[in-house]
C-alpha cells in the first residue's frame, strides 16, 4: 500500500481508528475509511521500504479464520461507503463479492471442504451476486459449482482426489 501521512483531525472527525481485532487485512480497512472521507495525494517517489517478517501473516501456513477478515473489512467499511461516496457502493460490494468467492475458492482449494460448505452458507448473498457479475467465466463457472454444495462436483473441481 506504501507509507501515508494522515491528518489527525481527519481520524478524528470521522471516527477511524486502527481496528486492532482484525487479524489480518487490518491496514486496508482503514485506508478504505479514509479514502471514502477524504481525498488522496500521491507522491511518485519511493520513500518507504517493506520489511517482511518471518512470521507475518502472508507467510504463514493457510488458516482461514485469518483469511477471513479480508472479507469482513469489507462489512466494517461499507458504511463509510454507503455515507460518504454512495457513488462508489456498487463497485465496492462487486468487489466484496469477489474477495468472498476468492476466500471461499482458497478454503476448498486448502481441502477444507466441510469449513469451505459452512463458508458458502455464510456468504451465499455474495457468491451469487459474484456469478452475475463481469468478471472471468471461468471464475463465474466456479462460483456456480460452490453454489450447488455438491460435495462431489466441488472436490472435482477442485482437484483434489474423491
Given at each position: 500500500m506504501g507509507a501515508y501521512i494522515i491528518r489527525r483531525?481527519?481520524?478524528?472527525?470521522?471516527?477511524?481508528r486502527f481496528?486492532?481485532?482484525?487479524?489480518?487485512?487490518?491496514?486496508?480497512?482503514?485506508y478504505i475509511k479514509l479514502f471514502t472521507v477524504t481525498d488522496v495525494k500521491s507522491v511518485?517517489?519511493?520513500?518507504?521500504?517493506?520489511?517482511q517478517r518471518s512470521n507475518s501473516a502472508t507467510l504463514s501456513k493457510f488458516d482461514a479464520s485469518k483469511w477471513q477478515n479480508m472479507v469482513e473489512i469489507f462489512s466494517l467499511a461499507e458504511?463509510?461507503?454507503a455515507k460518504y461516496r454512495p457513488?462508489?457502493?456498487?463497485?465496492?460490494?462487486?468487489?466484496?463479492?469477489?474477495?468472498a468467492y476468492r476466500f471461499?475458492?482458497?478454503v476448498i482449494k486448502h481441502?477444507?471442504?466441510?469449513?469451505?460448505l459452512s463458508y458458502i452458507e455464510t456468504y451465499e448473498g455474495y457468491?451469487?451476486?459474484?456469478?452475475?457479475?463481469?468478471h472471468k467465466i471461468n471464475d463465474r463457472f466456479k462460483c456456480r459449482c460452490l453454489l450447488t454444495k455438491n460435495k462431489l462436483l466441488i472436490k472435482m473441481l477442485s482437484g483434489f482426489q474423491i
Open positions: 483531525e481527519i481520524l478524528e472527525k470521522y471516527h477511524i481496528d486492532e481485532n482484525i487479524r489480518m487485512g487490518e491496514d486496508l480497512c482503514l511518485p517517489l519511493v520513500v518507504a521500504h517493506y520489511c458504511p463509510y461507503v457513488e462508489w457502493i456498487d463497485k465496492y460490494q462487486q468487489t466484496r463479492d469477489y474477495y471461499v475458492w482458497s481441502g477444507m471442504y466441510h469449513q469451505g457468491l451469487k451476486r459474484f456469478c452475475n457479475t463481469g
